[in-house]
């Protein structure tokens, strides 16, 4: 079986979503986890997570969603935490012009991980143009369980093991089966410090909706890890489903 430690369910029309239910589980997917950018993302996350047993929920800002009442949202993500959650998520880092204040990022960065660390729960986070300071937040925090992982990582393999040496898995998506780098990474890394994701949203630019990338394609990312490291396909579901449960909160 295999679990997709990243999606964006809520982001999907509600029409939609029975069909790539199905198709996952037809694929072998045991636990899809639905992410939060949003507060309204993080709260369909839950409604998700109580409707459909295999969907469990993630709430978070987006460093790239934050708007001028983010500190406000930042309580509300806090009241959310009364609700069943897995994980704290879609919570980190993107420096690109159009981003928001690096300040307002790294201050919303850090109060989420808190909330995670006081509900016992851990975090996937993102990084985007900002691996270094990324690593120098996460240092200054001390989990006593699983903390997590690195969500659609693009890095390179000192990257990846700098975020292994502080305890996170490594998250690989489809970008595996294209780049070169991830490849090198993906080879050079134990097995037992990767999962694996879809980064599942609508790609309305995808003219064929056939090819949309979905919860049931984190499959495919495990058939190139397996690939890879020249192992069994059974053996990458077996290790990374394991690996993912070392955190998720059921």
Same mark, same amino acid.
């Given at each position: 079986?295999?679990?997709? @430690?990243?999606?964006?369910?809520?982001?999907? %029309?509600?029409?939609?979503?029975?069909?790539? &239910?199905?198709?996952?589980?037809?694929?072998?997917?045991?636990?899809? &986890?639905?992410?939060?950018?949003? @507060?309204?993302?993080?709260?369909?996350?839950?409604?998700?997570?109580?409707?459909?047993?295999? /969907?469990?929920?993630? +709430?978070?800002?987006?460093?790239?969603?934050?708007?001028?009442?983010?500190?406000?949202?930042?309580?509300?993500?806090?009241?959310?935490?009364?609700?069943? @959650?897995?994980? +704290?998520?879609?919570?980190?880092? %993107?420096?690109?012009?159009?981003?928001?204040?690096? &300040?307002?990022?790294?201050?919303?960065?850090?109060?989420? +991980?808190?909330?995670?660390?006081?509900? =016992?729960?851990?975090?996937? #986070?993102?990084?985007?143009?900002?691996?270094?300071?990324?690593?120098?937040?996460?240092?200054?925090?001390?989990f006593t369980y699983a903390p997590g992982?690195?969500?659609?990582?693009?890095? =390179?393999?000192?990257?990846?093991?700098?975020?292994? =040496?502080?305890?996170?898995?490594?998250?690989?998506?489809?970008?595996?089966?294209?780049?070169?780098?991830?490849?090198? &990474?993906?080879?050079?890394?134990?097995?037992?410090?990767?999962? +694996?994701?879809? %980064?599942?949203?609508?790609?309305? #630019?995808?003219?064929?909706?056939?090819?949309?990338?979905?919860?049931?394609?984190?499959?495919? /990312?495990?058939?190139?890890?397996?690939?890879?490291?020249?192992?069994?396909?059974?053996?990458?579901?077996?290790?990374?489903?394991?690996?993912?449960?070392?955190?998720?909160?059921?």
């Amino acid at each position: 079986m295999f679990i997709d @430690i990243h999606t964006h369910l809520p982001q999907y %029309d509600d029409e939609e979503l029975s069909g790539i &239910v199905s198709r996952w589980r037809s694929n072998n997917v045991k636990f899809v &986890v639905s992410t939060g950018t949003t @507060i309204e993302d993080s709260r369909k996350s839950i409604s998700l997570s109580n409707k459909y047993y295999d /969907v469990l929920s993630g +709430i978070g800002l987006h460093p790239s969603d934050l708007t001028s009442e983010w500190k406000k949202d930042l309580q509300e993500i806090k009241k959310l935490t009364n609700n069943k @959650i897995s994980m +704290i998520s879609e919570i980190g880092l %993107d420096y690109q012009e159009s981003s928001p204040k690096k &300040v307002e990022q790294i201050e919303a960065f850090e109060f989420q +991980i808190q909330i995670a660390l006081d509900n =016992n729960l851990p975090i996937v #986070f993102h990084t985007r143009n900002a691996m270094e300071d990324t690593y120098e937040i996460l240092k200054n925090f001390s989990f006593t369980y699983a903390p997590g992982a690195i969500h659609y990582f693009d890095g =390179n393999y000192d990257q990846a093991k700098n975020m292994i =040496n502080l305890g996170y898995k490594i998250s690989f998506a489809k970008t595996l089966l294209r780049y070169d780098h991830l490849k090198e &990474v993906a080879k050079k890394l134990s097995l037992k410090d990767m999962v +694996i994701e879809t %980064d599942s949203y609508p790609q309305h #630019f995808k003219k064929n909706r056939e090819r949309w990338t979905e919860p049931k394609d984190v499959k495919l /990312v495990a058939e190139e890890i397996s690939k890879i490291k020249k192992i069994k396909l059974d053996d990458v579901a077996q290790i990374t489903t394991s690996n993912s449960l070392s955190f998720i909160k059921i």
